[in-house]
């Protein structure tokens, strides 16, 4: 059975940098695809950042490019998601989420994803 468990999250100060990790189980890490989304209160859930199965390729959405950094540890079967500059607006519930599909035909999507976690909540205090 597949698990993806987020962890790193809380009430962090604007301005501040924490990092998410995602550590992943249940399946062989390394032959999948990963991503981080996120959902902010009354908003719906939208793509944040994205990482093929080697991390040699990363993509971020517009809103966090820049201040955010996506890897992974195959070894260890784990991601992350290192934030900086943290704003009130990235307060939301972060979610890690695998798949098998290459990313060709894109990776913003939340359907083309496989496999998703519980959420973790980040609050940013202004």
């Known amino acids: 059975q597949v698990h993806l468990v987020e962890s790193g999250g809380g009430l962090v100060q604007a301005g501040g940098s924490p990092r998410l990790s995602c550590a992943a189980s249940g399946l062989t890490f390394s032959y999948y695809n990963m991503g981080w989304f996120r959902r902010a209160p009354g908003k719906e859930r939208e793509f944040v950042a994205a990482?093929?199965?080697?991390?040699?390729?990363?993509y971020y959405a517009d809103s966090v490019k820049g201040r955010f950094t996506i890897s992974r540890d195959n070894a260890k079967n784990m991601m992350y998601l290192q934030m900086n500059s943290l704003k009130p607006e990235d307060t939301a519930v972060y979610y890690c989420?695998?798949?098998?599909?290459?990313?060709?035909?894109?990776?913003?999507?939340?359907?083309?994803?496989?496999?998703w976690g519980q959420g973790t909540q980040v609050t940013v205090s202004s």
């Open positions: 989420a695998a798949r098998v599909k290459d990313f060709v035909l894109g990776y913003v999507r939340a359907g083309d994803y496989d496999y």
């Open positions: 990482i093929n199965r080697s991390g040699g390729s990363q």
